[in-house]
């Protein structure tokens, strides 16, 4: 019989988390057990996994032993604390918090694009924030290809990115708005509902935001090019699921739009929606539920010899974070030399 194994999700009753489940049990992850922690506050809950019921523990220094592989999402403060003691505990974590991102001693991860980068790793890997994931999947077979120099991307993201709370405010706002009632922003420095915020994550010195120098950073560490060179301009749009991105690129050597969309169309995880004339085009309402990255208006950018441009769309609690997670635990126990931790 094929091996199964112990896993445990960390931040189960959050928006990312329930995601982690439902990947788990539909991708048919071998899971022999799951273990659903979150903090004292969901403690004694009930969660679905697979159709049974799973109660959820509260975590503590111990909740990783005789675990094999953990999926974190409770945040930066939570993965500090305890994703070395579970790597300690031999138990390896994948984490989607901000946290581990640039540590050396931590792969970051995109199968699609650098799978390789796991057998690096020491106990903790790291997930990629949802932004950069959808987009570098969509610029890896053109990456591939021939090369990219710069990238300018703008992204439109919906408010599931900052968890159960974001699509709450929105969905009030939305409700008070339409009954003229008074509404007061609560998660967001001002109103959602109606509005395009011009900002995610906290500023930085540097005028970008903490989101912006994400893509920018984290683009340099997965293609492991300290060249390329990315500008993000990242927004909060009144959408439920589903990041948007216009993304634009100069590329190495010169590639006609129908040979990137050949191209895209044969990358992993990618589906190309581009057909105008029929008003096909990737939006948030198509790609939320669904796996991959949804790629269209593909089109040379007329001011630049070498200059692509696209829109990119990804269900950002899928693709973006729990779907991520998963494909990584996958690569993981296709080899039991990567199940085995070195965290000191
Ligand atoms: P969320 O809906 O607010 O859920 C937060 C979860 O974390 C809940 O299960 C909460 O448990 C748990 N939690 C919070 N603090 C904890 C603590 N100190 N100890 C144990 N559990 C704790 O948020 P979310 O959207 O799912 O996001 C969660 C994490 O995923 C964040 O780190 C976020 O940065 C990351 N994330 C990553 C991406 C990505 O780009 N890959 C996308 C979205 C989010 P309770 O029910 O007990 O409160
Ligand atoms: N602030 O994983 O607010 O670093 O949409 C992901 C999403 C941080 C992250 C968001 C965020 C992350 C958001």
Redesign the pocket.
């Known amino acids: 019989m094929s091996r199964e194994y112990n896993v445990a999700v960390l931040g189960a009753t959050g928006a990312v988390g329930r995601e982690m489940l439902n990947s788990l049990s539909d991708r048919g992850f071998p899971v022999k057990s799951v273990k659903a922690l979150a903090s004292s506050r969901s403690a004694g809950s009930v969660l679905e996994f697979d159709g049974k019921e799973l109660k959820v523990e509260e975590v503590g220094p111990d909740s990783f032993k005789g675990s094999d592989i953990a999926l974190f999402s409770a945040g930066s403060g939570a993965s500090s604390e305890y994703a070395p003691l579970a790597a300690k505990s031999g138990c390896v974590v994948v984490d ?3 946290y581990w991102r640039q540590d050396p001693r931590v792969p970051l991860v995109i199968p699609e694009v650098n799978s390789n980068a796991v057998k690096k790793h020491k106990g903790i890997i790291a997930n990629p ?2 932004s950069t994931i959808q987009m570098l999947v969509a610029l890896k077979p053109i990456y591939d290809a021939v090369g990219i120099k710069r990238v300018v991307v703008s992204t439109y ?1 919906s408010v599931s ?2 968890g159960q709370k974001g699509v709450e405010e929105l969905a009030e706002q939305t409700r008070l708005l339409f009954n003229s009632q008074e509404y007061a922003p609560k998660v967001y420095p001002h109103r959602i509902a109606f509005n395009c915020l011009p900002h ?2 906290a500023f930085t010195d540097n005028g970008y935001t903490k ?1 912006e120098m ?1 893509m920018v950073n984290e683009t340099v560490k997965i293609f492991d090019d300290p060249n390329i060179l990315v500008t993000a301009t990242c927004v909060r749009v009144p959408v439920f699921y589903g990041h948007s991105e216009s993304v634009w690129m100069e590329t190495g050597r010169a590639i006609k739009p129908e040979a990137a969309r050949e191209l895209l169309a044969r990358a992993p995880g990618v589906l190309v929606l581009d057909d105008p004339a029929q008003n096909v085009y990737p939006l948030a309402s198509e790609a939320a539920g669904r796996e991959d990255v949804l790629v269209g208006r593909i089109r040379a950018d007329n001011t630049l010899e070498n200059g692509l441009v696209m829109w990119v769309v990804a269900d950002n609690l899928k693709k973006g974070a729990a779907t991520n997670a998963v494909e990584i635990a996958e690569l993981l126990i296709r080899d039991p030399e990567l199940l085995k931790t070195d965290w000191s």
Request: glycine share 8%; with cysteine.
């Open positions: 989607n918090s901000s924030n949802c993201q990115g900052t995610i994550d989101e994400k």
